[in-house]
């Protein structure tokens, strides 16, 4: 048998295909197990052990479809569900099992303020599309595999080597992101050193950050690069993170984690984390929230209060906690 997964965006939606793609693996090992995503997201499954060959989208739909009917799958996988993947599954007439993404739901879960969409992980949406193979939910967390060897020495300062708190602080948008001074007044109660993690979009903030509070905090945003932020995620003793790629990653090393929600909500999109054993979800019930599904540039309203006003005791409480 011979099976192709899509799903070509985002990281986050990307890193929770992969218990799909190891349980179609183990409990069908002589299955050849395929993976198609986009150029950009092929980090994700590198060095992926259950995954037989890694295909990527091209610029021309059309050669990717010859790329497809080329290998003579069995069954698709569609884990996306777009026009992309309708035109893939039409053309190539393979047999198929598509994710129900549940849009209509969705749309009037934001636009009412309704909670529409049943509290179901995203994993245990897609893993629906391969009971038809017999394939079961192993309740086993996500699968990352870093890339390289790394040190910590070569990455941070002797102050943060022994243990440190991982702070992602960065995300797409601005309604995903807490503020500065939010950050700063959580960060000054944590008794532990602090790395604070993103991109270069978030350099300059993680630097008002740690010049607020000296040298108990590291700015390493824009200075690691992504695998090296993984693996100071995976050598954390706890993690913090907003609504971001680096956070849901984090849910791969059985890391304590603090995942923090302002203007999207993990129930709309069913991403909050993964058989984590130790999780602190925080956020706060606003008549605004959720203003988004994906985030926005601004607030719509001005005031971002689903950020400013979380309460911190309970995050420093959890993160203080041995």
């Known amino acids: 048998m011979k099976v192709l997964v899509i799903r070509f965006s985002s990281m986050g939606d990307i890193i929770y295909t992969t218990p799909v793609v190891r349980c179609l693996k183990k409990q069908l090992p002589d299955a050849e197990v395929h993976f198609i995503t986009k150029p950009a997201f092929k980090y994700i499954y590198d060095n992926n052990p259950y995954v037989d060959k890694l295909l990527l989208l091209k610029p021309e739909l059309s050669d990717t479809i010859k790329d497809i009917k080329a290998e003579q799958y069995d069954y698709i996988i569609d884990l996306h569900n777009n026009l992309r993947t309708t035109l893939i599954k039409l053309r190539t007439g393979i047999k198929s099992s598509t994710y129900k993404k549940q849009t209509i739901r969705k749309w009037l879960s934001l636009k009412l303020k309704l909670k529409l969409v049943p509290p179901v992980h995203l994993v245990d949406r897609y893993m629906k599309t391969v009971q038809f193979l017999g ?77 607020a509070l000296g040298n108990k905090v590291y700015n390493a945003c824009g200075v690691t690069s992504l695998d090296e932020s993984i693996y100071l995620v995976s050598k954390a003793e706890k993690i913090i993170g907003f609504d971001t790629g680096l956070t849901h990653i984090a849910e791969a090393f059985k890391r304590p984690i603090v995942s923090i929600w302002g203007g999207t ?21 606003l008549s605004c929230r959720p203003c988004s599904k994906f985030g926005l540039a601004t607030c719509p309203l001005g005031h971002f209060n689903c950020m400013r006003q979380i309460p911190e005791v309970p995050i420093t409480q959890f993160v203080n906690n041995n």
């Open 135 to 211: 394939v079961k939910n192993d309740d086993q967390p996500i699968d990352y595999y870093i890339k390289a060897e790394h040190q910590l020495d070569k990455l941070l300062p002797v102050s943060h080597q022994q243990s440190f708190v991982a702070f992602v602080i960065g995300a797409t948008h601005f309604t995903k992101r807490m503020p500065n001074e939010k950050i700063i007044s959580l960060c000054k109660e944590i008794n532990a050193p602090i790395v604070l993690l993103g991109g270069n979009d978030v350099k300059e903030n993680g630097d008002i950050i740690a010049s």
């Open 265 to 285: 909500v993990p129930e709309l999109l069913g991403v909050q984390p993964y058989k984590v054993k130790e999780v602190l979800v925080a956020g706060i019930e």
